[in-house]
């Protein structure tokens, strides 16, 4: 899938679903944006907002005029899911934006986030560009149990704060799928294998294991990920998310060891962005500081746990 590529998801039973690879931090297949055409327009999440205009034209392609928009749906605020949510806001005035409470503020007043983006993403800030505020009045908080009608679909809120305590998963059970957020890892398609997450400065390894946990009891057929795309998992959900956790919980014991032996938290980062095995997939620069990024948040984790 090149950058720009919007494609109907038919993975399961999925109708009325579509997704649109962002091209983020000029990456193929890392960043997707979902869109779900109802008699209430959804788009879930919105990428960093660098590349707007391809979403822009991605509803256009599929059909959803400016007046037509009624829903941005965010499953979180960290800016690679919510950063181009302001833009959206902006050109879409029937749109609201649905949020957990507490990424409210950050959203109407974005400053504090980006500050912290900027330390946790570090020489990957040049990909980003300042999100736009957002008016209070366009703000919708959502909670878990919540329920978001589109029409002949909806979006049910499942808490899922192991990654961010403000993330949240998307269900509609009219595709058997679910919009996994962050907390299913990342999957990457072209090698059909699922990697760590692991961001500075909340990941907490229990809250992901619980989250894991929350989308087994969903048991949804489709994961909806956005890094990267749609998975069918159907039967084989528990396997695929035991998985991730066997996958988390041996990164989290790496990292753990490495910091041990090397007792020096700087030195821990740059030997997993030197020993990365994705630079085949994501390209030099990319696969190291997603290395590097997810090894800061579990030094994190692993700090505030002692």
Not at 124 to 152: F, M, N, S
Not at 153 to 178: I, K, S, Y
Not at 282 to 288: L, V
Request: some cysteine; overall charge negative.
């Amino acid at each position: 899938m090149e950058v720009g590529d919007v494609r109907e998801v038919t993975t399961g039973d999925c109708s009325d679903l579509y997704y649109l690879d962002t091209g983020m931090y000029d990456t193929n297949e890392y960043g997707a944006v979902f869109i779900l055409d109802d008699d209430r327009p959804a788009v879930i999440d919105t990428g960093i907002g660098t590349n707007y205009d391809l979403l822009r034209e991605a509803l256009e392609e599929v059909g959803i005029g400016e007046d037509d928009l009624e829903v941005i749906a965010l499953t979180h605020i960290h800016l690679d899911h919510a950063g181009g949510a302001g833009f959206l806001a902006a050109d879409y005035p029937n749109a609201d934006v649905y949020v957990h409470p507490i990424g409210t503020d950050h959203l109407i007043d974005p400053s504090r986030l980006v500050a912290g983006t900027k330390s946790a993403v570090g020489e990957q800030w040049e990909y980003y560009v300042e999100p736009e505020p957002i008016p209070a009045e366009r703000i919708v908080e959502i909670e878990d149990g919540d329920v978001i009608d589109l029409g002949t679909h909806e979006l049910r809120v499942h808490a899922a704060p192991g990654h961010a305590p403000h993330q949240v998963v998307f269900e509609d059970p009219t595709n058997d799928a679910v919009f996994v957020a962050d907390a299913a890892g990342i999957w990457i398609p072209q090698i059909e294998e699922i990697r760590e997450t692991s961001p500075p400065s909340n990941f907490d390894l229990e809250g992901c294991l619980a989250d894991v946990e929350t989308l087994k009891e969903i048991d949804p057929d489709v994961f909806c990920y956005p890094h990267f795309g749609p998975r069918y998992v159907g039967d084989d959900v528990d396997a695929a998310l035991e998985e991730y956790a066997t996958v988390l919980k041996a990164w989290v014991d790496v990292v753990a060891e490495k910091r041990q032996e090397l007792e020096d938290d700087q030195a821990v980062v740059e030997y997993f962005a030197d020993a990365t095995e994705m630079t085949d997939v994501w390209g030099t620069e990319k696969a190291s500081e997603e290395a590097k990024l997810n090894t800061r948040g579990v030094l994190g984790y692993l700090e505030h746990r002692e």
